[in-house]
């Protein structure tokens, strides 16, 4: 009801309506048909909740994806403002063989040029550097 108002979003507005939505996007019951009516009054409301949902708990990204998947919104979803929102989304949807990377790679390169490619290397260092982390913290 909150995003079918419209009111003039400030952060106050926009906290609540994230911790809102954070219940339904984490599995509550009934989250398909609330969350499928939220995409379709308002779908950038939506993708702002799931990319501050993911800033806040990467390891919510499994079950966005199942939200997505569950709504068919998948190219919607890769398509958000935070890049590497859009590149971890990605990478898990094509290890779910739901996205053809190499295909989405060059699309985005086509669309959004060294900004992708800048974002795309930056993504791919820091996963790099996590699991550096990870070897040398299980070797110790």
Same mark, same amino acid.
């Given at each position: 009801?909150? $995003?079918? &108002?419209?009111?003039?979003?400030?952060?106050?507005?926009?906290?609540?309506? /994230?911790?809102? !939505?954070?219940? %339904?996007?984490?599995?509550?019951?009934?989250?398909?048909?609330?969350?499928?009516?939220?995409?379709?009054?308002?779908?950038?409301?939506? &993708?702002? *909740?799931?990319?501050? &949902?993911?800033?806040?708990?990467?390891?919510?990204?499994?079950?966005?994806?199942?939200?997505?998947?569950?709504?068919? /919104?998948?190219?919607? !979803? !890769?398509?958000?403002?935070? =890049?590497?929102?859009?590149?971890?989304? $990605?990478?898990? $949807?094509?290890?779910?063989?739901?996205?053809? !990377?190499?295909?989405? %790679?060059?699309?985005? /390169?086509? $669309? =959004?040029?060294?900004?992708?490619?800048?974002?795309? *290397?930056? %993504?791919?260092?820091?996963?790099?550097?996590?699991?550096?982390?990870?070897?040398?913290?299980?070797?110790?």
């Amino acid at each position: 009801g909150l $995003a079918m &108002l419209r009111p003039g979003w400030n952060s106050v507005n926009k906290e609540v309506l /994230i911790k809102l !939505l954070c219940g %339904f996007l984490l599995g509550q019951g009934m989250s398909g048909i609330v969350l499928g009516k939220l995409w379709t009054v308002d779908e950038d409301t939506m &993708l702002v *909740c799931m990319v501050e &949902l993911h800033r806040r708990d990467p390891s919510c990204l499994s079950r966005l994806l199942d939200v997505a998947q569950e709504l068919k /919104i998948l190219p919607s !979803l !890769l398509t958000s403002k935070s =890049l590497a929102f859009n590149l971890d989304c $990605a990478v898990l $949807a094509y290890r779910r063989q739901h996205l053809n !990377l190499d295909k989405w %790679f060059k699309d985005q /390169i086509a $669309a =959004l040029g060294q900004s992708f490619v800048d974002a795309s *290397c930056s %993504f791919f260092l820091e996963k790099l550097s996590l699991q550096v982390k990870r070897h040398k913290g299980q070797q110790t």
